[in-house]
């Protein structure tokens, strides 16, 4: 994995993957496998966060200054994995699911993202979050598939419940479909549901402007808040390295925000990777010579 498929910004992002006005994706970045990004992940951070386990599957702790799990993961100790989240401040158990908050499918790092040869991949990654994009286009140009997981940004919830403010967010399928997104209960072991809307017009408890940015006339981007899907529906929190956006901009489209950017990064170009009832949800990416 060679420059340009590698690059850093000036807030603390690493970036997989790039775009051009010429060429959509780099031709390396074809098939990323678990094992190259454990490798991105632990080079960028310099300590080994990341582990690809070819039984157990992707382990990843974001070393974030609040975190409580001490490096290097392991198999037996990790916060993001495909069992779930890890609601423990010690090592969670692989075998009892009472430590974990939810089972298969809710974070499938193992099978959901990865591994798919025909695949175009896309990723940013903080030590906050990890988010990653795929194009399946050399077998299907309307399969997409987006993840993200981490921690969320301005969050509700104090240090002392931090895990609380963790997340993990997916959606398959040209019009994102097939989605899912969630953080660990709080007080106890099981899953709760963030509200994503389905409907063709926006749902007005989770879409709702926040320092709202006017970077093509009519259309409004903004932070990308999770809220609960239970009354008073709460935002715990936005998404690092997301934008939502009133624009019907077609999933693997990009879109250059030159409004106010909530990180203060010096990348401004943002790929559409899902569809949020009638909105665009936006994830950073690497981009040159874009017009």
């Known amino acids: 994995m060679n420059l340009p498929l590698i690059n850093n910004d000036n807030v603390g992002n690493s970036y997989y993957g790039w775009t051009t006005n010429n060429q959509d994706w780099a031709p390396e970045s074809l098939g990323f496998t ?3 990004c454990a490798n991105w992940i632990n080079g960028f951070f310099g300590q080994p966060c990341a582990l690809a386990d070819a039984t157990t599957g992707f382990h ?4 974030v200054s609040f975190e409580s799990l001490s490096l290097p993961v392991t198999a037996s100790k990790f916060r993001f994995n495909n069992l779930g989240i890890s609601r423990t401040i010690g090592n969670p158990s692989t ?3 009472n430590v974990q908050y939810c089972a ?3 974070l499938d790092l193992l099978t959901l993202i990865f591994n798919r040869p025909s695949a175009y991949y896309w990723a940013v990654l903080n030590s906050h979050s990890l988010s990653i994009f795929n194009d399946n286009y050399l077998n299907n140009s309307q399969r997409h598939t987006f993840f993200s997981c981490g921690w969320l940004r301005n969050p509700l919830f104090p240090q002392s419940d931090f895990v609380q403010n963790a997340y993990f967010l997916w959606t398959v399928g040209p019009d994102s479909n097939s989605r899912a997104a969630g953080r660990p209960s709080l007080g106890g072991s099981a899953r709760q549901n963030f509200v994503l809307p389905t409907a063709t017009t926006p749902d007005p408890i989770a879409n709702y402007l926040v320092s709202c940015q006017t970077a093509t006339p ?3 981007a903004t932070e990308f808040y999770l809220r609960d899907n239970v ?3 709460k935002a715990v929190g936005y998404v690092p390295n997301l934008l939502k956006c009133s624009l019907d901009i077609p999933v693997g489209g990009i879109y250059p925000n030159k409004g106010i950017d909530p990180d203060g990064s010096n990348i401004d170009t943002w790929k559409c990777v899902a569809k949020i009832g009638n909105e ?5 990416v690497w981009a040159t010579g874009l017009v």
Not at 60 to 63: E, K, V
Not at 280 to 284: E, F, G, K, N
Request: glycine share 4%.
């Open 218 to 220: 009519g259309a409004n």
């Open 280 to 284: 665009s949800l936006l994830m950073r």
């Open 60 to 63: 990843l702790i974001l070393p």
């Open 104 to 106: 298969v499918n809710c």
């Open 34 to 36: 678990r094992i190259q």
């Open 231 to 233: 009354a008073p529906n």
């Open 95 to 97: 075998t009892t699911m």
